[in-house]
């Protein structure tokens, strides 16, 4: 079992930054892939962006250049810090923890709203 805690979600206007951060316990294996996806009201759950345990990065289209993922792997947590943010990126966000074999995990995800 995985247990993932995320924290640093909140209310910020359009332009600021949030940094959110996902710690990640129980039977964590290598290699892995840790990232975050984010769902909107009445939307599917998306890809937001996701880091290999060995720094190989994937991110969503829309926020190249305003997200920037980063992981401590001595302490399990990966982060994501969100600058520029816009009124389109008020979602409910969620760690993601995927093992190369076995089952993923999920947070229980975290709010983030941008205020126009």
């Known amino acids: 079992q995985v247990e993932l805690v995320e924290s640093g979600g909140g209310l910020v206007q359009a332009g600021g930054s949030l940094r959110l951060s996902c710690a990640a316990s129980?039977?964590?294996?290598?290699?892995?892939?840790m990232g975050w996806h984010r769902q909107k009201p009445g939307k599917q759950r998306e890809l937001v962006a996701t880091m290999s345990n060995r720094g190989n990065t994937n991110y969503a289209d829309s926020v190249k250049g305003r997200f920037t993922i980063s992981r401590d792997n001595a302490k399990n947590t990966v982060y994501l810090q969100m600058n520029s943010l816009k009124p389109e990126d008020t979602a409910a966000y969620y760690c993601?923890?995927?093992?190369?074999?076995?089952?993923?995990?999920w947070g229980q995800g975290t709010q983030v709203t941008v205020s126009s």
């Open positions: 129980g039977s964590i294996f290598s290699p892995n892939t």
């Open positions: 993601r923890y995927i093992p190369v074999s076995g089952n993923e995990y």
